[in-house]
């Protein structure tokens, strides 16, 4: 599975951004995606994450109930909805992939955009 992030930007706090995330692979369908982020100088932290079927997700306590992710099969890409915003929310956003949803660290991964949040 090869994936390729994009819509990272800058923006206010309070606004909201929409990260895309496009994989190739035949073998897409069977995988779990996630989202992670590294924000400057600490280290890479969990995000989102959602299993194939789309049945079931889990965030990490700092976003839920701001961020949505989403996944299309049918288009192979992957979503995350960021709204509300903070300035902690900056970092460099990266999606991820595994046959293994509830793996340690994903196995597939993309190159990272960049999110920007201004006060």
């Known amino acids: 599975v090869q994936l390729q992030a994009s819509g990272g930007g800058s923006v206010q706090a309070g606004g909201s951004l929409r990260l895309s995330c496009a994989a190739s692979?035949?073998?897409?369908?069977?995988?779990?995606v996630a989202w992670y982020r590294q924000a400057p100088g600490k280290e890479r932290e969990f995000v989102a994450r959602?299993?194939?079927?789309?049945?079931?997700?889990l965030y990490a306590d700092s976003v839920k109930g701001r961020f949505t992710i989403s996944r299309d099969n049918a288009l192979k890409s992957v979503s995350l909805q960021m709204n509300s915003l903070k300035t902690e929310d900056t970092a460099v956003y990266y999606c991820?992939?595994?046959?293994?949803?509830?793996?340690?660290?994903?196995?597939?991964w993309g190159q990272g955009t960049l999110v920007t949040v201004s006060s």
């Open positions: 991820a992939a595994d046959l293994n949803y509830y793996a340690r660290t994903y196995r597939y």
């Open positions: 692979g035949p073998s897409f369908l069977h995988h779990a």
């Open positions: 959602m299993c194939s079927s789309g049945g079931a997700t």
